[in-house]
T-cell receptor, first 114, second 112 residues
Framework: ETGVTQSPTHLIKTRGQQVTLRCSSQ?????VSWYQQALGQGPQFIFQYYREEENGRGNFPPRFSGLQFPNYSSELNVNALELDDSALYLC?????????????FGEGSRLTVL | AQSVTQPDIHITVSEGASLELRCNYS??????LFWYVQSPGQGLQLLLKYFSGDTLVQGIKGFEAEFKRSQSSFNLRKPSVHWSDAAEYFCAVSGNTGKLIFGQGTTLQVKP
């Protein structure tokens, strides 16, 4: 069984640029969630996708957007990067639209904004 | 407001000693409760979960946690800590939306 994989693992961008992060969900999982983990903090929920539709969103501005593809892989896009966007971005997958929060996480993409 | 509080930011224990990490939550509905562990440079790994039933739940790596509704707590315990347990531990709560609300985390250091 393949776990959750994310790419790239590390990247550096400058303020104002745009970034796309990618995630392949665990086999058999049709729900993908994205979390932002700032240094020294717990992860914060960005949004969740179920069968290619956004299925819940946290307190993040519209410049954070996402996609889910028919194979249930996902992208997180962030436009107009700000310094505070520097963080570890975690993707997690699960099975089903209504679920209990038992998520399987990837190792994350560490974004540095200069 | 929904929230999770982990009062201890950093804990140091000696190898072989017992461990308890505290977690308090605020959640309007019946909560689902989790403990995750994060090693340096790694993603989050689920240690254990509580959905309903027996309030003492067993997890992987010898960890257990006890749900106390009256205290809104879900403390994590281990009777004997190993050096490999050094990591960051996160308590989290969710409802049936699957959205996890995490605490700030507790960093565990293990002394030889």
């Amino acid at each position: 069984e393949t776990g959750v994989t994310q790419s790239p693992t590390h990247l550096i961008k400058t303020r104002g640029q745009q970034v796309t992060l990618r995630c392949s969900s665990q086999s058999g999982h049709n729900t993908v969630s994205w979390y932002q983990q700032a240094l020294g903090q717990g992860p914060q929920f960005i949004f969740q996708y179920y069968r290619e539709e956004e299925n819940g969103r946290g307190n993040f501005p519209p410049r954070f957007s996402g996609l889910q593809f028919p194979n249930y892989s996902s992208e997180l896009n962030v436009n107009a990067l700000e310094l505070d966007d520097s963080a570890l971005y975690l993707c997690a997958s699960s099975r089903g639209q209504v679920n209990t929060g038992e998520l399987f996480f990837g190792e994350g993409s560490r974004l540095t904004v200069l | 407001a929904q929230s999770v509080t982990q009062p201890d930011i950093h804990i140091t224990v000696s190898e072989g000693a017992s461990l308890e990490l505290r977690c308090n939550y605020s959640y309007g509905a019946t909560p689902y409760l989790f403990w995750y562990v994060q090693s340096p440079g790694q993603g989050l790994q689920l240690l254990l979960k509580y959905f309903s039933g027996d309030t003492l739940v067993q997890g992987i790596k010898g960890f257990e946690a006890e749900f106390k509704r009256s205290q809104s707590s879900f403390n994590l315990r281990k009777p004997s800590v190993h050096w490999s347990d050094a990591a960051e531990y996160f308590c989290a709560v969710s409802g049936n939306t699957g959205k996890l609300i995490f605490g700030q985390g507790t960093t565990l250091q293990v002394k030889p």
